[in-house]
């Protein structure tokens, strides 16, 4: 009798959890992963890193040996006017996409491009918040946008603390960054400094014959290169690979505040491999990937079973400035012209 | 069989009117391929976003300071890369074609070499070779002087009309040399009996005689640099410009603005028409005292005790587009730190295994280009063909209009070429953005003209006499064409297919626009790489792809054999 009630109980469980598969949620079982095999790949857009995302799809690929995954990386704002043109063009290329300017997820979603596909392991495992509760895009990586300098070049005692130490008159000729009209790390580090440090501060900073470059991977590797000597903005990522690998980089987190970036990850509805997509999204997610993100990516994970890598500041300790990608999606056109107003390019 | 060439025969008879449908039906394509684009040009150039007739989108590209400010840059530009690469490429062409300087020959064959090196692939080198602080050669400056000051500073306006003239010097270069070369000896030796000193004859017979050659080289060179897209978005973007064509790509950006876009696309197309028109006049007016002169081999110029500082100074220029940016590549292909010092712990194969091994869009960027680069220099040299022989065999109204529009692609820039094509095919009833054959139809276009060229001087090479005696004894015409025509206009020919396929390689323009994530060319994948500061697999696959580049050009040199060897004239 006790046995009947709890195998009734049982299947009330059962029959509510497969309810509410109906809904967003979804985890990797055995017949996902047999229909994606029989798609056999999938296409990934992302702005990460080239090299990391190579890696990531290369450890999918040994998991998953009969699903290739074909990765088109570009800048943000590129991927973003990319999948616009694509979709406007009904080509329907993109299977699952990350950015590095959370605020494209808004207008996806807003425009319905975007499949309701929250894993599982993000609804049991991130911070309430941190994903769009109807699936859409969850946050797959952060990475703070940093100062850093050149540690040959520049001695510890003479490296900037706050980036108001960068319209001293000796950086002029010295300071790289990157665009915000192609990086979306950068446009979202352009509104929080505009924010929180001011738009002066950025306006004086073109007076001091800052070189640009495109992406945010970039400036790290002109000061590895010792064509300039602080960069005022870019990926943390970037410069905690090159550290590992031993180049004489130091990072500054600036008293105002690091601006910090997340990268959200979402489904595309029209994905021609959708369970590839539905597979490789869930599975990027996973413990495997995000320790692989944070320890061959450099990248901050929010799956609280990752372990950072000793060495590195927790962002507990980190004052960070507060992201606001419906800000961004709200003032971008503005962002971008005023940028371009004092820095001309 | 016999019935086809009976036919043919027959048909051969009652004159060339074989060209009647041909002609209409290369006319019909041809129009089709340029119309449309020009006339989306057209058309969003003079709308507003939602259609309606408008002169607004040409009002802000004059108020609008963001607008404006590119297009005096690149005229600004254009006219010093002009002026430098005539005057750098005249004094070079003289010596290679009308000296005794030694080493002319290989001179003149490296110098055609550098058009092989895809523009936006020359700069990413000067990047390596001239960034003010970590270039390799501000580096040496630095070390041998003391200075503080870089030598060079490559992301400059000065650093920018630097290397496009570098790229485009050549260009004057070839059309300079090729005509030097025809200038006959018999005026400079009447100029000489009368007792004229070397430099007098220099300056006042031989270069008026040239003077027209120059000129249209330095037009096309000027053309060159107010359309060229990669080395400016490479350069201008980090010395902190803007030129049209960079420019004109922003506007791209989600939201498209297409209207600004095509109203900014415009003053392009008329500043090269207006140009083109007057090269046409200088040319036409000037052009008959050479072919005037009594053909007599031309005599070289001795240069006596200036021979060798002569092939010094030569060779020394050569290795500005040359020596010094192909050994940029190759170091930082092999390197940790592309510009850092010559020394083994900066040695690595890591670059050659990541492009190979882990990126995985090589192959697949490999494949397109190169099945493009065959396709479009296959098709592209039989249009050309089949325009030339109707425009030669037809010199009335029709014929002369079939051979306007072969040329007319010459007036349109890549990047509006690439604009049109976007805004042509990306809207019903035929979508073709997403499949090679928009970037087949772009690069088709663009490279027309300049194998059209290279076969109607083939074909205007060719004596009638010679067909006509072969049919005298007896041959009939399809034997005539096998046996007379064709071998004769292999040359030209094979010449024109390498022209095509070469342009094709390095187009990056309309490429850049035209191209997604599923057709993407090498060209691209270099442009993408250098937005994220990849050097290492840049020079990578910048070598690889000239490798195959060379081996193709060289293999069809070889077919053409030694004797009908196929010099590729550029426009």
């Known amino acids: ?345 | 069989m016999t019935t086809v060439a009976d036919s043919f025969a027959r048909r051969a008879g009652a004159g060339p009117d074989l060209s009647g449908p041909v002609l209409v039906a290369a006319a019909l394509f041809l129009a089709g391929l340029i119309g449309l684009p020009i006339g989306w040009i057209a058309a969003f150039a003079f709308s507003d976003r939602d259609g309606a007739p408008t002169l607004a989108n040409f009002i802000r590209l004059l108020e609008d300071p963001t607008l404006s400010e590119p297009l005096t840059t690149t005229l600004a530009l254009s006219c010093c890369v002009a002026a430098l690469a005539a005057l750098t490429a005249a004094p070079l062409a003289w010596m290679v074609a009308r000296t005794d300087m030694p080493g002319r020959r290989v001179a003149r064959v490296l110098m055609t070499a550098s058009f092989v090196t895809p523009p936006f692939l020359g700069a990413i080198a000067w990047e390596i070779l001239a960034a003010p602080n970590s270039g390799i050669l501000n580096r040496l400056w630095r070390d041998l002087t003391g200075a503080a000051d870089p030598l060079f500073d490559v992301y400059s306006f000065g650093g920018l009309v630097f290397v496009i003239a570098c790229y485009t010097a050549p260009y004057v270069f070839v059309v300079l040399s090729n005509a030097l070369d025809r200038i006959p000896a018999d005026l400079e030796d009447a100029a000489g009996i009368l007792g004229a000193p070397r430099w007098r004859i220099v300056l006042g017979v031989t270069l008026p005689l040239a003077l027209p050659a120059l000129l249209a080289g330095t037009a096309v060179a000027f053309l060159q640099a107010m359309t060229l897209f990669g080395s400016p978005a490479i350069l201008a973007i980090p010395a902190g410009f803007h030129t049209i064509t960079t420019k004109i790509y922003t506007l791209f950006q989600f939201p498209p603005k297409p209207q600004i876009a095509a109203a900014a696309a415009l003053p392009l197309l008329l500043v090269t028409i207006a140009l083109l028109w007057l090269q046409a006049r200088i040319l036409g007016r000037r052009g008959y005292a050479v072919i005037g002169g009594k053909g007599s081999a031309p005599r070289p110029v001795r240069l006596g005790a200036w021979r060798w500082p002569a092939c010094l100074l030569v060779f020394a220029l050569l290795a500005l587009p040359l020596f010094l940016p192909y050994m940029a590549l190759l170091k930082a292909a092999i390197s940790r730190l592309p510009a850092g010092p010559f020394d083994p712990a900066n040695l690595t194969l890591a670059h050659v295994a990541f492009v190979f091994l882990e990126f995985s869009q090589t192959r697949d960027a490999f494949a397109n280009t190169f099945l493009l680069a065959l396709s479009t220099a296959s098709a592209g040299s039989l249009l050309a063909l089949v325009v030339a022989y109707v425009a030669a065999r037809r010199a009335d109204l029709p014929g002369r209009a079939l051979e306007f529009l072969a040329m007319a692609p010459i007036a349109i820039p890549g990047v509006v070429l690439g604009v049109g094509l976007f805004l042509a095919y990306t809207r019903g009833p035929v979508v073709l953005y997403g499949t090679l054959w928009i970037l087949f139809l772009a690069f088709l276009t663009i490279e027309l003209p300049a194998a059209f060229q290279q076969l109607r001087a083939a074909f205007r090479g060719l004596h009638p006499e010679l067909e006509e005696a072969s049919r005298i004894l007896g041959a009939g015409r399809l034997q005539t064409l096998r046996r007379i025509t064709a071998p004769l206009l292999k040359g030209g020919v094979i010449a024109g297919w390498c022209l095509i396929f070469i342009g094709t390689v390095r187009e990056l323009s309309a490429a850049v626009m035209l191209s997604s994530s599923t057709t993407k060319v090498l060209s691209v994948v270099i442009f993408d790489l250098n937005e994220s500061g990849n050097l290492g697999a840049i020079a990578v696959i910048g070598v690889a792809m000239l490798l195959v580049t060379f081996a193709v050009v060289g293999f069809a040199n070889w077919l053409t054999g030694a004797a009908g060897g196929a010099r590729p004239q550029p426009t």
């Open chain 1, 1 to 345: 009798m006790r046995n009947a009630i709890l195998a009734a109980l049982a299947a009330v469980l059962l029959a509510a959890s497969s309810a509410r598969a109906q809904g967003p949620v979804y985890a990797i079982t055995p017949e996902l992963e047999a229909a994606a095999r029989r798609e056999g790949k999938l296409v990934y857009y992302t702005s990460i890193d080239l090299k990391v995302a190579e890696d990531l799809a290369k450890a999918f690929e040994r998991r998953y040996p009969e699903i290739k995954v074909h990765v088109e990386r570009n800048g943000a704002e590129r991927q973003f006017s990319k999948i616009g043109q694509e979709y406007s063009s009904r080509i329907y290329n993109v299977d699952t996409v990350n950015s590095s300017d959370a605020a494209h997820f808004i207008f996806w979603k807003r425009e319905g491009w975007l499949a309701p596909a929250l894993p599982d392991e993000v609804r049991r495992l991130y911070p309430a918040g941190s994903y769009d509760p109807e699936g859409h895009h969850a946050p797959m990586r952060a990475s703070p946008s940093v100062i850093a300098y050149n540690t040959t070049l520049v001695p510890a005692a003479e490296a900037p603390r706050s980036f108001r130490d960068l319209l001293d008159p000796k950086w002029r000729g010295k300071l790289v960054k990157a665009h915000p009209g192609y990086s979306g790390t950068i446009l979202t580090a352009t509104f929080q400094i505009g924010r929180d440090v001011g738009w002066d501060f950025l306006e004086k900073l073109a007076g001091q014959q800052v070189m640009q470059v495109q992406s945010a991977t970039e400036p790290p590797r002109k000061l590895i290169a010792g064509e300039r000597q602080v960069m005022v903005d870019g990926n943390e990522y970037i410069v905690l690979l090159e550290q590992a690998r031993g180049a004489p980089l130091a990072i500054v987190y600036p008293t105002e505040g690091t601006p910090m970036v997340i990268g959200p990850s979402g489904v595309m509805k029209n994905a021609r491999n959708p369970n590839a997509a539905r597979l490789f999204h869930a599975w990027s997610f996973g413990l495997e990937a995000q320790q692989l993100a944070v320890d061959a990516g450099g990248l901050r994970s929010f799956h609280p079973g990752v372990k950072e890598p000793a060495g590195r500041k927790p962002l507990s300790e980190i004052k960070l400035m507060k992201d606001d990608p419906v800000a961004v999606e709200k003032d971008v056109e503005q962002i971008k012209a005023r940028y371009l107003r004092h820095f001309r390019t």
